[in-house]
């Protein structure tokens, strides 16, 4: 059982907008810490995706965009295209446990 | 560019020890935390130690606490994991990762992993 939690799969077709739910608690996105997005293609390490809630990496399209409010976060991606096809996790610090915690990833499919 | 290389996986058997090593490379090593993170065979991303910038603190999830040992020699640009009492539940991928910040936990470079297997 996962500290964040993520729906296990979402999809969409290509050109369209899907979105990725995170939910934390208190101890973790509620208590200011922020939110962090990876991509994972399928036999390779992840890549860090959004940092900071909303900050893409040089390099990142701006078809991924990052927010966050109370305990949750989302991750949003407009325009979608076959390469986005990945596993998505998203990640933030639990200051009960002392470090950090992953969502238990979404596999996005575009259809 | 920067680049992080995993090395050290293996098949162990259960209550061995091994040492993973991260060698580091195009950027100033000694001014990044450090971290570890490890993926079963099809599961999903686990965070298992941070160490500061100098090596002063480390942190571990409840998991491997007492187990594991997090070390860094900024001298070598290396990242070291100690695991002793290796258990079946240890099997993955190991990645180490490089914190974007000065500890913000946002992991902006990853090794290429190395894979431990605990069996007997």
């Known amino acids: 059982q996962s500290v964040l939690t993520q729906p296990p799969s979402v999809s969409g077709a290509p050109g369209q907008r899907v979105t990725i739910s995170c939910t934390g608690s208190?101890?973790?996105?509620?208590?200011?810490?922020?939110v962090h997005w990876y991509q994972q293609l399928p036999g390779t390490a992840p890549k860090l995706l959004i940092y900071?809630?909303?900050n893409r990496p040089s390099g990142v399209p701006d078809r991924f965009s990052g927010s966050k409010s109370g305990t949750s976060a989302s991750l949003a991606i407009t325009g979608l295209q076959a390469e986005d096809e990945a596993d998505y996790y998203c990640?933030?610090?639990?200051?009960?446990?002392?470090?950090?915690?992953f969502g238990g990833g979404t596999k996005l499919t575009v259809l | 560019q920067v680049q992080l290389v995993d090395s050290g996986g293996g098949v162990v058997q259960p209550g061995r020890s091994l040492r993973l090593s991260c060698a580091a490379s195009?950027?100033?090593?000694?001014?990044?935390?450090m971290h570890w993170v490890r993926q079963a065979p099809g599961k999903g991303l686990e965070w298992v130690a941070a160490?500061?910038?100098?090596?002063?603190?480390?942190y571990y999830a409840d998991s491997v606490k007492g187990r594991f040992t997090v070390s860094r020699d900024n001298s070598k640009n290396t990242l070291y994991l100690q695991m002793n009492s290796l258990r079946g539940e240890d099997t993955a991928m190991y990645y180490c990762?490089?914190?974007?910040?000065?500890?913000?936990?946002?992991?902006?470079?990853w090794g290429q992993g190395t894979l431990v297997t605990v069996s007997s």
């Open positions: 160490i500061s910038y100098d090596g002063s603190n480390k």
């Open positions: 900071g809630n909303n």
């Open positions: 195009g950027f100033s090593f000694s001014s990044h935390a």
């Open positions: 990640q933030s610090y639990d200051m009960s446990l002392s470090g950090g915690v």
């Open positions: 208190i101890s973790n996105i509620g208590a200011s810490y922020d």
């Open positions: 990762a490089r914190d974007r910040s000065t500890g913000d936990y946002a992991f902006d470079y």
